[in-house]
């Protein structure tokens, strides 16, 4: 059963067309491909695909592009080198990735985390998103896991969220957590529940300090966690976060600006950051 907002439905099926273009463009050595170049080869006329290209990204393909690159991704560090520091240093309550998304969360206690998940009971459900189609899980306290199947498929995804809390019992019931689920694609108050050991719970918390459309390294949230040597270990713990998109590990990058792994794909992690950056600079 899948539950999903209008709105979302069609931002998927525009995610479904912009990430066929952006598989084009990568391909394409040199530069973006012309406008009717690229729709031919999507097979839409030009004037749909910029109105489906526009709607979902807000910019043309030729300035996504370039939100796609080496270059932007470089030019996004040299820009926000001490934005963690600053924020993190400023208190969770007060960072600018919470205010923009509301975010209400609590951590479990690293007892609880030790069983398993034991006692839990998580729901679960599959949801339209405007990254493609997404698996939620959450307990009574919000949100604790966010996965993205558009690589790695259903089966796969549903199999890695659930190898999380091996002990808790699960549910299919979408319902129970899809306010929280629209609400954390449309700007609402999507609350969580994150549920980790007490490291990745740190490195999480630093992660929602970073603003959206903006990046940091994997080294400065080691600096900023207090643990500078840890710079692995943080690595671990970013690819280990069970909410993707709410917890932005999509915006952790190399220190040289690569784009880094991600668990759920690098073509979704690209997405993500071209969509920020598009609309931060729209905004």
């Not at 600018?96 to 459900?125: C, N, T």
Request: charge should be neutral; charged fraction near 20%.
């Amino acid at each position: 059963m899948t539950q999903s907002a209008p709105d979302t439905i069609d931002q998927a099926y525009h995610y479904g067309v912009i990430k066929r273009a952006i598989d084009r463009i990568d391909a394409h050595p040199g530069g973006p491909l012309p406008l009717d170049a690229l729709a031919a080869e999507l097979g839409l006329s030009p004037a749909h695909f910029q109105r489906v290209f526009t709607r979902w990204a807000g910019v043309s393909p030729k300035r996504l592009h370039q939100y796609l690159t080496l270059g932007h991704a470089k030019a996004l560090l040299d820009q926000n080198a001490t934005t963690l520091e600053a924020t993190h240093e400023t208190g969770l309550s007060s960072t600018s990735r919470l205010q923009d998304l509301f975010v209400r969360w609590e951590a479990m206690r690293p007892g609880d985390y030790a069983k398993g998940g034991g006692g839990l009971l998580i729901a679960h459900g599959w949801f339209d998103t405007p990254f493609g189609r997404a698996l939620a899980m959450g307990t009574d306290r919000g949100l604790c896991g966010l996965g993205f199947s558009d690589e790695a498929g259903d089966l796969a995804t549903f199999d890695d969220l659930r190898a999380r809390w091996p002990a808790a019992q699960f549910t299919e019931s979408p319902e129970r957590i899809a306010p929280w689920v629209h609400a954390a694609f449309e700007g609402g108050n999507a609350h969580l529940h994150l549920i980790g050991a007490p490291f990745q719970i740190k490195v999480w918390e630093a992660l929602l300090s970073i603003p959206s459309g903006q990046v940091t390294t994997y080294g400065d949230i080691a600096q900023a966690i207090g643990n500078p040597r840890a710079v692995r270990a943080v690595g671990t713990a970013v690819g280990r976060n069970p909410v993707s998109w709410l917890i932005p590990c999509h915006r952790a990058l190399r220190k040289s600006g690569g784009l880094g792994g991600y668990h759920w794909g690098l073509g979704v992690k690209r997405a993500m950051l071209a969509y920020e950056a598009a609309r931060r600079d729209a905004g």
